[in-house]
């Protein structure tokens, strides 16, 4: 068991390792060598987890489907504007997070093992069809396409803020991506009661991370793919 | 003037291929060589215009910036919708402009010579402060925040799209993002005049060519800095 514990951490940290390392040079000049240093464990360790500099992609990419943090809400598009907002709080601060979108981006990188983007496309999506069911929406609202088109925004925010050198700016500006969407998607009644604050993705991400620590890891998040 | 006209033939030749092999291999791995080839010149005809890969990179990005085809419009606002939507049309038929957007996501080559990024966002906040003078805009709306989530969230719709292999579908999705922001940025009584339709962009190419090859280059196109 504690060999198990110990297995899991290992893993852990090559993961974020090799996130750092695709983050900074990008899928194609990023070597395994680079990795073993960032990570300080030996190659034996390493090629025990993962075969190769794919499957280290492979596995930095689905780490990023996450919705760590965001908890069921009374109202399906408050748990929509949380998720991306605890998004854009977390990728600044997690080389691992940021990595995926950096190696979606990386054209060499996703001929290889595709993008993360048609997970978050389908999840969106079915937060807004559940939205849609809950009288949520404005009734000509197609949530795939407003899915495809939000997650498209969202990522071409990250990526722009993160080129320009811009830090700390990532929350405020999808704060304002969602301002800009939602008042063409939600229904008066729900668009006045969403909290959609640059400051929202820090304080739930907080929430979570206390309710964690005095619970042991007790929190129930908000499942990814919820049928 | 016969010679000059060849030299700049051969130099847009050569852009033209090193778009294509940006496009296609990333910064990093595109090679001198390789770009040789595609243009069919000789090597002194390639450093007698471009003296490394970074000038290369540099004159694809300072292609990119072109409003080329966008003629003035009574409203402001649909000059702006024009811009998107030509660009939409034209980046997945020309390498030269989507190597541009590759080479921006790209970190390693941003890092060497910068992005076309703040180019555009001052060009559209022009448009939009222009927009906002004629009465165009409401009045929360801030031209270089707006232009700011704009260009980005062109930006992330063009890489997720063509990262998803959808092709075709640029003009549709940047149409559907006009009408996303739209309701949030103009006034009621200039919304409903502005034509947004997917295929608006194909069709102001399209005279824009036709006018051009009726009148030599007669055609006078939008300033990029309309001071």
Request: hydrophobic share 45%; charged share 20%.
């Amino acid at each position: 068991m504690v060999r198990q514990v110990r297995a899991v951490r290992t893993r852990r940290i090559i993961l974020e390792a090799a996130g750092a390392v695709f983050d900074e040079f990008g899928y194609e000049s990023a070597t395994i060598a680079e990795i073993l240093a960032r990570a300080g464990v030996t190659k034996g360790a390493l090629y025990f987890h993962f075969g190769s500099k794919e499957e280290l992609a492979r596995g930095v990419l689905s780490e990023a489907l996450t919705v760590e943090g965001v908890l069921p809400q009374p109202l399906r598009l408050q748990e929509w504007v949380d998720v991306g907002l605890v998004l854009a709080y977390r990728v600044p601060r997690e080389p691992l997070l940021s990595a995926s979108i950096r190696l979606s981006a990386d054209r060499r990188a996703r001929e290889l093992f595709g993008t993360s983007w048609p997970g978050w496309i389908d999840f969106v999506a079915g937060q807004l069809a559940g939205a849609r069911d809950g009288g949520e929406l404005l009734p000509c609202v197609d949530p795939q396409i407003t899915a495809t088109l939000f997650v498209s925004a969202w990522t071409g925010v990250e990526i722009v803020s993160s080129g320009l050198g811009e830090g700390g700016v990532l929350e405020r500006r999808v704060a304002m991506l969602y301002e800009a969407f939602l008042p063409g998607i939600a229904v008066p009644g729900v668009l006045r009661q969403l909290d959609t604050a640059p400051d929202r993705g820090a304080r739930v991400w907080r929430a979570h991370c206390e309710q964690q620590s005095e619970e042991g890891s007790g929190a129930v998040p908000v499942a990814f793919y919820r049928v």
